[in-house]
């Protein structure tokens, strides 16, 4: 089934302004961020490259409290007039400067004339960008990373990860298949929130390990993941805006913040795997019975020599926020299967 247009608008929307959601902070930096988001250009569900202004935004930020995902499902205007060639220009040159941020706005200025054969004032193509928060000393500044950010609270942040496992029989057919660990961390407390084996890497699986996570621990306020195809369809992007969820990719190439997740998957091979390996691993059942046991009596449970104490301690000294089962329904649009625990085909 195709997916409904007013729904991918709305998704789009939604996750343009997620960040901007989150209630823990105030409106000084609502509106900074809400800035700086009035000052990007966006890709659109169309393909189209478009910039939203700041009234806009909160226009959108105001329909999602109100009305949750559906406030956000009103038709997209038509961008028509005869101002469209300027905009165009500009949105260019937003382009120019994403893309080098070291390069001048006279130097922006000529290459669009060079191109399009339109001057542009090199002063004009300065104030817009300046307008966007995108000038050259902002954007050459170096940029807070994930890598040493560590949320304040637990559940303020999940990340999300895909281990590559042993070989495993399949239980229907001859041979062996790949065995691959869907887990989803506490960014706060290291606390490996859920973790199941699969037998292939789909964006089902993905789904199952998170709508599992949060039964068990509460509602994250943001979702971090990598590029992979596991994570990168339309139905995990549409759970994260039903659930307020706030679903974050990697950038290709820069995957910052992912350095806790390595370490855990070092762990994870060098006191569980090598273990499990060494014993054999008879079906993908077993494996996932002697991989939870491991991590409620060891992993979660050890002292993390960077915080000093337990991962779950840490992760329950803080609140959580549980899902509406009917929020829950609506956000997952279907059953957990039983079968999930065995290798697919």
Known sequence: M????????????????AEALDRRIGSRERGLIVRRLAGQEHTAPDGEMRTVSRNTLDRWIRSYREHGLAGLR????????????????????????????ARSAAHIAEILSARHGARIAERTVREQL????????????????????????????????????????????????????????DDHSRLLVHGRWFGNET????????????LRRGLPTQLYVDNGAAF????????????????????????????????????????FLL???????????????????????????????????SPLERFQRGGHRAADPELLRSAFLWQPAAASAGLRP
């Open 2 to 17: 195709a997916p409904d247009p007013t729904e991918e608008l709305a998704l789009w929307r939604y996750h343009l302004i």
């Open 74 to 101: 009103d038709r997209p205007r038509s961008d028509q007039g005869s101002s469209r060639r300027h905009a165009d220009l500009i949105d260019e040159a937003v382009k120019l400067r994403l893309e080098q941020p």
């Open 130 to 185: 300046q307008k966007r928060g995108l000038t050259r000393a902002e954007l050459l500044r170096d940029q807070r990373t994930f890598g040493r950010y560590e949320a304040a609270e637990p559940n303020e942040r999940w990340i999300a990860d895909v281990l590559v496992g042993p070989w495993v029989p399949h239980p229907r057919a001859s041979g062996s298949q790949k065995a691959r660990l869907f887990l989803i961390v």
């Open 203 to 214: 964006l089902r699986s993905g789904q199952e390990v998170l709508h599992a996570a949060i």
């Open 232 to 271: 990168a369809g339309h139905e995990l992007g549409r759970s994260c805006a039903v659930l307020g969820t706030r679903l974050i990719h990697s950038r290709p190439y820069a995957p910052q913040g992912r350095g806790k997740l390595e370490r855990l998957n070092r762990v994870i091979r060098e006191r």
């Open 275 to 309: 273990e499990a390996e060494q014993a054999g691993i008879a079906t993908l059942e077993e494996l996932n019975d002697r991989f939870l046991a491991w991590v409620e009596r060891y992993l979660n449970l050890r002292r993390h020599a960077e915080t000093g104490e």
